[in-house]
């Protein structure tokens, strides 16, 4: 099978996947760009681009969810073959991909980010690993922390079992 067979997930486009290290002294300007009280604070330094494929401009990904409203998020942008010099605070998309409750899909880019929304793109990473391991779909689920969560409505699967 070619690359492109194997690349090919139905017509859904792919993410950009561009990968790159966030630098030590970027790891701390992410904890600093926003004062934010969230009890639990992780930076990402396992970079890679969330933007679809063949996009314009800078590559981007997420170094730390911020706990806010409206929700906002720290970005680190980079050049090719350039390590990310600044980490960003942008506004989050505001797309949501329209599902019923429980299916809806936030976008988890920027907003005015190029390309499709983050619901409608396919990283061939994490689907190779969760053809193989399909428990651990939730790991693939961004979920913004507690507190600026607005639909607090319990999932069917968190009722006990009886
Ligand atoms: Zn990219
Ligand atoms: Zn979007």
């Not at 063949?54 to 990904?61: E, I, K, Q, R, T």
Request: contains cysteine; proline residues 10%.
């Amino acid at each position: 099978m070619g690359l492109t067979g194997l690349l090919r997930q139905g017509s859904r486009p792919l993410i950009c996947g561009a990968v790159q290290l966030l630098p030590p002294a970027l790891v701390l300007d992410a904890l600093t760009a926003a004062l934010v009280d969230d009890d639990e604070i992780e930076v990402t330094t396992d970079l890679h681009c969330e933007i679809e494929q063949d996009h314009v401009g800078l590559h981007a990904a997420a170094v730390r969810l911020l706990n806010n409203s409206p929700p906002r998020t720290v970005w680190t942008q980079w050049v090719d073959w350039r390590d990310p010099e600044v980490v960003v605070v942008l506004p989050d998309c505001p797309e949501v991909n329209g599902g019923p409750p429980g299916k809806d899909d936030r976008c988890t880019l920027f907003a005015s980010h190029p390309g499709t929304c983050s619901f409608d793109l396919v990283d061939p990473e994490h689907e190779e690993f969760l053809a193989a391991n399909p428990a651990y779909r939730h790991l693939f689920e961004r979920e913004r922390p507690q507190g600026a969560v607005t639909d607090l409505r319990p999932r069917p699967e968190d009722s006990p079992a009886d």
